[in-house]
């Protein structure tokens, strides 16, 4: 697929050159971090397609997991409706948190019910169908 | 429930007294928007579960939903591991984007295969039923 490089015009970036990009596992839609990128960090993820970011602390081009082997494969790229954010799908091998977690979002203010979705999905579709026989 | 108030001492917001949360809908998933918060929208948001937020347009709170009607009742609340980003999990009501989309993340540029879950968690857990006979 030819890479539309227009995103670039379409991106709102902030007085340091930088989007949010909000990074989610493809397969769980668990919100697995939030990274900053720039100009090159998107054109490069779009052309590897893989997780590739800006890293403030070290003002670099910070291309996830090539240290650490958890690289990101990202199949999906959007932004938001006025373009000051990126939202990423990607396939996390292991882990996307360097703590070890699996999502950086580990810590706990208020916890959200636990998900039964594949169960409830399920008994409102047999329901949906009991109904329409 | 009572509300920790200590949050505030983890979150590390940037030089304009904010911090980017993510939202996402608790039911599907979904990543619906990217607000920001400074301290006021946190403890109006801890204390009120409702979506709260600092508009940096308008320099003000804002309490979403509070002229369209699309609020979002909060049921988890989360930061990450360096205290830089805040998740939220909603029960949307309406939509949570201005345009009249679910979701301001409705522009892609790499369009992520369609999921089939539902579907493919429920065969997974058949054939490990099956398995373990």
Redesign the interface.
């Given at each position: 697929?030819a890479i539309?490089r227009n995103?670039l015009e379409?991106i709102t970036f902030d007085d340091q050159g930088l989007v949010?990009a909000?990074v989610?596992d493809?397969?769980?839609?668990?919100?697995l971090?939030?990274a900053y990128m720039n100009n090159e960090a998107i054109m490069t993820t779009?052309e590897t397609?893989r997780g590739v970011y800006y890293s403030r602390s070290r003002q670099e081009l910070w291309v996830k997991g090539s240290t650490s082997g958890n690289t990101q494969h990202?199949?999906?790229?959007?932004?938001?409706?006025?373009g000051d954010?990126i939202?990423l799908?990607v396939e996390q091998t292991g882990v996307a948190?360097?703590?070890g977690?699996k999502s950086?979002?580990?810590?706990?203010?208020?916890?959200?019910?636990k998900?039964q979705?594949?169960i409830n999905?399920?008994y409102a579709?047999i329901r949906e169908r009991k109904e329409s026989m």
């Open positions: 697929m539309d995103i379409r949010p909000i989610q493809v397969k769980t839609k668990e919100v971090m939030l779009l397609k990202v199949v999906g790229l959007s932004y938001d409706c006025d954010t939202l799908q948190c360097h703590t977690e950086c979002f580990f810590t706990n203010v208020i916890q959200a019910p998900k979705d594949v999905e399920l579709l």
